[in-house]
Structures are given as C-alpha cells and as structure tokens.
C-alpha cells in the first residue's frame, strides 16, 4: 500500500491556483486596440494589439521595472515589469519608453507609447505574461473579457500630463477623462476647432478609398505629401482634409485635435486620446 501524503499534494495544488488567480485576477488591458495576432506555446508566445503609433502603454498591474531599453531579440524598445507574485509582464516595440530600470509602478501608469522598434512591420504592442520569469501564460486567460471581441474602454486610463522631476520622466494618470468620448453614432469625419474644410478633389494619386454606411474616405498623395479626406454623406458640404502619414502597410493615419483617423483597405478606426472609440468597415474599397 503506497501512503500519500494529501496534505502535500492539497498544498501544492492550492499554491499552483493561487498563483495562477493572483495573475489572472489583477491584470487590466495594457493598451487599447486590435488583437492582430493570438497566442501559440513556444511559436509566439504573446499578444499582439495593433493600434496607432504614439498610443500610450499601461502597466498590466503595480511592480518594479526590470528593464526598461533595447531588446536584441526582436521586441525593440521594451519595458519588463516583476509584479509582487513572481510573475513579469512584457511590453515591446515601444516607440519611447517613458519609465527607468528599478523603478516603482503602479497598476494603469503609462510606461511607454506604441511603435514599431525591433522585429515589426507596424505599430502594435507585443504583450506576455509570464511565471517565474520563464512559462508563459496566454495573456488573454489573464485579462479581463473582451466586450463584443473588442478590449474594453473601461479598463484603460490615459496620461493626463507628464512631468519631469531632475532628469527622470513621470507619467501621471487621470481617470476623470475615461468618460470622455464620441457618442457611437459619431460619424467619422469629425470637424473640430482647427480642422481643415476643403473640397474632396485630390489633385495627385488616390491611394485608398472606401465608402461606410455614414460617409466616404480616400487617402490622397499630393506632390508627395498624404492628405485624409472625409465627407459625410448626411453633410456632404463640409468635408475634412487632414495631413495623413504611412504607419504600416497599407495604413494611414491623420490627426485632427485629439482625434486620430486610422485608415485600412478594411475601414477606419476612430481614436480619442489614445483610445479607440470607433470603427467602421467599408462596404465599397479602390
């Protein structure tokens, strides 16, 4: 007769829960945006999340700051953080890094802005998490639920300033502005205060051009320069003419006030201080 001893084994199976629970009941979404490529063991073993360049960065969950800079593995500008249970989560292809090695963080802080540094052919953030700094973990097992496939808006904070304290930079992070966004019936060309009314003639070579159910989209190149052009169809008179700039293949974005237009053949995404707030697909696409 072989004597187990449950206690042990009752043991080890509870530190194991707790562990996995203490990872999977903290963390929040690191950025918004789209999930453009999933998990797979020992192939890619992270997330994606796909947004506009410069769109602020999270800590997943409070710790201390391991590494903060270039990675030569292919993840580029990267921040790592050890949080109080063992674990360690990984931000990479930042385009600036906002925080320093040994540094404290607290859950929600912005620690870097989106890029496309290292091994990356658009902006986006390579996430992971990971126990004991080695197995990793399906970020999306330890995340809040999508909504509607979607990161929920109300995981997400945004930097309300940043400061500098000798020659250390400090991200300060406000949550009275997380409210603060488009009705979803907004359409997209959104004129506000300094945007450019013009006629939708592109006087150059139309890169892309789709129509959604609320209005009609092209990006323009005019003696080398991008132009976004938006028009509503319900105000067809008064539509938007911003400069545009590449992000990727077949991307293109245009600021307008705090508002951010990220165009693809499949539609246009809406941001709002680096959060998206909108997207529409186009129905017709040149």
Known sequence: MISVNTQVLTQTAQKANTLQKSIASNLIWPTQGMISQGFR??????????????????AAASGIVTKAGWNEWGL????????????????????RLLVKQGQQVSQGQVIAEMGST???TAPHLH????????????PI???????TGKIPQNQMTRPAAVTSQGSESVSQVSTTDMTQQVSPTQPIPIAVGGSQLADTQCRGATVLEGETANAFVKVCQENGQLFYIGQLKQDPNQPVRLPAWSVGSSRYQADNGTFSYLVSPNGVDVWRNGQQI?????YTSK
């Open 41 to 58: 063991k020992y192939q890619h073993e992270g997330i994606d999340i796909a947004g506009a360049s410069g769109t602020p960065i999270m």
């Open 141 to 147: 097992s330890a995340l809040p639920s999508l909504v």
């Open 278 to 282: 909108r997207s529409d697909t186009f």
């Open 127 to 138: 996430f992971e998490v990971r126990r004991n700094h080695r197995f990793a973990v399906n």
């Open 118 to 120: 290292g091994n990356s």
């Open 76 to 95: 580029g500008n990267v921040v790592v953080i050890e949080h109080p249970d063992g674990s360690i989560t990984v931000y990479g292809h930042n385009s």
